[in-house]
């Protein structure tokens, strides 16, 4: 016989943000703790609302399954005594174990014998493990912020209220604190009224249904969706597709109703990310568009309840939606009656880090970094670059901005325009914040992919200079974050660039700060926490381990041509020409591994074979070089596999570690200069093939 179990933890309402990560963390949880106690069952499943958890495990087994347990004890040598009986330790363990010294058995582990005590566990009862396994999963969740109430010890992310736990139709009997686990459970707070008794799933879900809670979360969500388009689409739009907005919503609420609301079209006049903003981060209401892509002068709210006395909860939103919308046009009309270059002034008064000056000193540093970065990569001009870096945080001291931070940059680019600056200015001043979180886009413009670098530059040489670096978990100034944006708009755009070249003059760019480490200690910890970032992303693309050693063991400070050399080395693995290049490079690395010298006395070779070899490679030396230089790794590789008839003559014909010291110098030599020429790609001694 198999039952359904039905464990539900009812709180106060528990935060959105924490449900998503509740719910994954209690599947987890189950299965193990579950599993660990030998109960099987079909179906497992983990609903969840703001004001309750629930574990659903269906056909769950009446029995425990049986198990063997084997305990290893002493090694056999201290188990028994020179005469060959029972030692004090032997028959300990025997004690120990509830067994008589002759069931115990003798194993081998690790070369060594132990004695091993095997006992067969018949399973319990299910009714009898659930009372301890249940408290155990209710314990173990963790929150990123707990709490405890009245004058109790547990901790939960908010105050425990209820407990349902039925195994069938009977009562599992626990208690967390003064909680004591029932057949009770509770409908939706201000829907329903009383205790519900249950008797089993079924009516579980359906009384729970009948009393306004909607409790599988897939289903509640694709009730908010569904709603908020129909109300939109009788309001003549559609409605703003936010994944974070729509999982937000669904733990807010048990029983969904969405409905739509106005405000004065004359608010429009704020930029629409303003809109959009105050109606999202403040309200949690899905903003609507036109056919023709226009924000609308309205919103879909998401009610947790029935549709009863609707006007009155729409008037209600409207008046607090209005001041939001009012405060936001004050700002916006305030802030445009300044130039944003008037702002800029205000960065003395504003203290970028206390140990690397103002935010005047950073405007500063950052218009010298980005005219450095404009000459080598050719992007924009001086004039251009450094009148968006002067401009870039000025926003930050505007009233918009200070009320609605997520805006920065946003609004710089609306104050700039406004201002009558530069179209790519002011696209640079929006898109050196990018990227804003993982898989946001990059910047685009040519100043702006300037600016966004040295934003980064500016940002990791200081932070690095000073001795601020990311530690375990700790990355308060977002470095990784910053070094990863810096490798993708790099790699992204192909620029090529002596990063190395540029972290230097970067550094330099701090003249007057007192920082802790040198230019060249700081530039190498960077190229190093730079590159680990860029190992990284080339993983998450699908580049294996081996060829990223490989070619990483070629070190430059030029991102994009070891993203090309990496795109090579991984094409070569499925190349026709592989096993010819990897015959050349592992029989002429292989001996020549430890030679230091590449040298060659032409005069002392005497076989056809090596000569033949000699010329061979003189002659293409050049051209693998220019090859190389051309960034045609491919092409440097095909005309190196080229050399297999030849390096297979040279040492079918010839010995190399002969008595004649000159001789095998200039045959080492030849084997070095030719392995040599190969690793200017990568280190192929790292390849698994």
């Not at 963390?25 to 004001?51: M, N, V």
């Not at 208690?175 to 089993?200: C, D, K, P």
């Amino acid at each position: 016989m198999k039952r359904d179990l039905i464990l539900e933890i009812g709180v106060e309402e528990l935060p959105s943000a924490y449900m998503t990560r509740a719910l994954a963390d209690l599947q987890t949880l189950a299965e193990k703790k579950l599993t660990e106690a030998r109960l099987g069952y079909d179906r497992l499943q983990i609903l969840g609302t703001p004001r309750r958890l629930t574990i659903i495990a269906e056909g769950m087994t009446e029995m425990q399954g049986d198990a063997n347990i084997e305990n290893r004890g002493p090694k056999k040598t201290s188990a028994f005594d020179v005469d060959g009986k029972p030692s004090k330790a032997g028959l300990g363990f025997a004690r120990g174990q509830g067994l008589e010294f002759d069931q115990l058995e003798i194993r081998e582990q690790g070369g060594i014998e132990y004695l091993f005590a095997v006992k067969r566990e018949a399973g319990r009862p299910a009714a009898e493990v659930l009372p301890e396994v249940l408290p155990d999963i209710i314990n173990s969740l963790v929150f990123p912020k707990s709490m405890r109430w009245g004058a109790y010890t547990t901790r939960f992310a908010r105050p425990i209220r209820w407990l349902l736990a039925l195994f069938g139709q009977d009562i599992v009997r626990f208690a967390i604190e003064n909680i004591e686990s029932s057949n009770l459970t509770y409908g939706h707070r201000f829907l329903s009224s009383g205790s519900l008794e249950v008797g089993g799933l079924a009516e579980y879900k359906q009384k729970l249904r009948d009393n306004f809670v909607i409790l599988d979360q897939e289903e509640r969500q694709a009730m908010v969706w569904q709603q908020v388009q129909d109300v939109a689409a009788r309001a003549g739009g559609h409605a703003m597709q936010n994944e974070d907005l729509l999982e937000e919503v669904t733990y807010l609420v048990e029983y969904p109703t969405a409905f739509f609301g106005s405000f004065s079209s004359s608010y429009l006049e704020v930029p629409p990310e303003v809109l959009t903003t105050s109606m999202i981060e403040h309200q949690r209401y899905f903003p609507v568009y036109s056919d023709s892509g226009d924000l609308l002068p309205g919103f879909i709210g998401v009610k947790n309840g029935r549709d009863y006395s609707m006007d009155l909860v729409i008037a209600g939103n409207e008046r607090v939606i209005k001041a939001r919308l009012e405060d936001a046009l004050f700002f916006w009309r305030e802030d445009g009656k300044k130039t944003l270059e008037s702002m800029v002034p205000g960065f003395e008064n504003v203290m970028f880090h206390e140990r690397l000056g103002t935010l005047m000193d950073k405007v500063n540093r950052l218009g010298q970094i980005s005219v450095n970065l404009g000459t080598v990569t050719g992007l924009s001009s001086s004039d251009k670059l450094q009148r968006a870096a002067l401009l870039a945080k000025a926003d930050l001291l505007s009233a918009m901005v200070y009320e609605f931070p997520e805006l920065q940059g946003i609004m710089g680019r609306y104050y700039a325009l406004q201002s009558g600056e530069d179209t790519e200015v002011a696209q640079a001043i929006l898109e050196h914040y990018l990227p804003r979180f993982a898989g946001d886009s990059l910047p685009a413009s040519a100043a702006g992919i300037v600016l966004c670098l040295s934003e980064k530059l500016h940002n990791l040489v200081g932070c690095f200079a000073i001795g601020i670096k990311p530690t375990g978990s700790q990355d308060p100034y977002a470095l990784r974050r910053q070094a990863l944006g810096l490798v993708n708009i790099i790699l992204e755009n192909k620029l090529h660039i002596d990063l190395r070249k540029i972290l230097l003059e970067t550094y330099a760019c701090f003249s007057g700060v007192k920082l802790k480490f040198d230019a060249d200690t700081t530039a190498s910890e960077l190229m190093e926490f730079i590159l680990q970032r860029m190992r990284g992303i080339l993983q998450e693309r699908g580049i294996s381990y081996d060829v990223i050693d490989a070619v990483f063991a070629v070190p430059s400070s030029d991102l994009t041509e070891v993203a090309d050399r990496i795109t090579c080395v991984d094409e070569f693995k499925n190349a026709a020409y592989r096993d010819d290049f990897m015959v050349v490079y592992n029989r002429a690395n292989n001996l020549s591994r430890k030679w230091e010298n590449d040298e060659v006395d032409q005069s002392v070779l005497v076989d056809e074979s090596e000569k033949n070899l000699y010329a061979t490679m003189h002659h293409l030396a050049p051209r693998v070089r220019d090859m190389i230089a051309r960034r045609d790794y491919e092409g440097a590789l095909r005309a190196l596999a080229g050399l297999r008839s030849s390096v297979d003559d040279f040492f079918e014909a010839v010995m190399i570690m002969v008595d004649d010291e000159r001789l095998k110098a200039s045959r080492l030599g030849l084997l070095k200069s030719i392995a040599n020429y190969c690793q200017l790609v990568a280190d192929f001694s790292k390849l698994v093939i």
